[in-house]
């Protein structure tokens, strides 16, 4: 399984960005894609995951209100909607996939199995 990450950019305080996360080979759509975020200095921490197919999602409460996560299975694609971005929100995002999660673990960048190379956003203030 191989993940594209795409959308990054530099943007202003308040603005928006589309991240897009494209799969291909082995997965599947009733995979769990999830979206990640590192800062320079900090661990890696959940930013937004789709469960499955099931329509479930969940998010970081630092972006609940202003992400949101969607995915085309049939491009096998998924999204990050983000808006009102804030300074804080500067990192690189990774998204990744996993088809053993269970809904307690989409949370866990331990319980991914594939990871995509990581697309820069940086927000100035």
């Known amino acids: 399984v191989q993940l594209q990450a795409s959308g990054g950019g530099l943007v202003q305080a308040g603005g928006s960005l589309r991240l897009s996360c494209a799969a291909s080979?082995?997965?599947?759509?009733?995979?769990?894609m999830g979206w990640f975020r590192q800062a320079p200095g900090k661990e890696r921490e959940f930013v937004a995951a789709?469960?499955?197919?099931?329509?479930?999602?969940s998010y970081a409460d630092s972006v609940k209100g202003r992400f949101t996560i969607s995915r085309d299975n049939a491009k096998k694609t998924v999204y990050l909607q983000m808006n009102s971005l804030k300074s804080e929100d500067t990192a690189i995002y990774y998204c990744?996939?996993?088809?053993?999660?269970?809904?307690?673990?989409?949370?866990?960048?331990?319980?991914?199995?594939?990871w995509g190379q990581g697309t820069q956003v940086t927000v100035s203030s």
């Open positions: 990744a996939t996993g088809s053993r999660l269970i809904l307690s673990s989409i949370r866990n960048p331990q319980a991914y199995d594939y």
């Open positions: 080979g082995g997965t599947s759509s009733s995979s769990t």
């Open positions: 789709s469960f499955r197919n099931y329509g479930t999602t």
